[in-house]
């Protein structure tokens, strides 16, 4: 079997820093430490940090001391403060990306421009992103929904950072003729971003790709989609005990992508299991 791995793999930055902040917290801060949903798509890494004690939470109605650690995707628009109405020491974990993201949105539904958030509704980003526009903002995932759109005075258009580059684009082109005066801003975050043209590289020079990341991950789903979407045998693992379901002929030339939110030791226990086969 010859391995075509992708350089760009494992944690991306903000998952990095997000990681750091929780470790830290669940070292130091005041107990209990609770995790506003998962901070990172990853089960393997949520139950790492269960494992030392942590507790997710899904709201802060029965948060009522302890530590609240924010996610990596962001929160709702004044989360922290209320955290700190309730005496709760927050960790805020949210992406420098993201939080520059929320930034945009803020001010551009200040400025009265109507918000068109270019990504998944049910995503933590999203309705984070959202609620950052108070009522401006409405959220679109594909050309059909675009399509029907009506006509507005003042339009800025902003993508979830995990979306694909050519579905934002065509979204936007779209857009531009639905709006007087528009505002387009490109936020797909840089490291997702290497992470699909790479996949296209590497789809080159291999019979299959084995795509690794948690089935609740936006970008994992979108390497996946990137790939289907080439015609290309695709197949997407969780983690080492998914890898069993599958047989690999010995002559095989696989690729190996990952998820933003996977963690480097959960790759390299995979990798380990591949090179078995020669
Ligand atoms: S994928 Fe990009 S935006 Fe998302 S956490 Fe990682 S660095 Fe931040």
Known sequence: MKLVIAKNQGFCFGGKRAFRIAEKSLKKDPRP?????????????????????????????????????????????????????????????????????QGIIFDLAKKRYKVIIVGNKHHKEVKGLQSFAKNRALVVENIRQAKKLPKFKKLGVISQTTQSLENFNKISEILKKKAREIKIY?????????????LLEIIKKVDKVLVIGSHLSANTKRLVEISKKQGFPTIWINGPEELEKYKFEKKIRLGIVSGASTPDYLIKRIIGQLNRYD
């Open 33 to 101: 430490i609770q995790f506003l949903g998962d901070i990172l798509h990853n089960n393997e890494v949520m139950n790492h940090f269960r494992k030392k004690g942590g507790k997710i939470v899904l709201n802060l109605g029965r948060v009522f001391g302890g530590t609240l650690i924010i996610s990596a995707h962001g929160a709702p628009f004044k989360i922290l403060e209320k955290a700190r109405n309730k005496k709760i020491i927050a960790r805020d974990t949210t992406c420098p990306f993201v939080k520059k993201n």
């Open 186 to 198: 490109n936020t797909i975050c840089p490291s997702i971003l290497v992470r699909q043209k790479e």
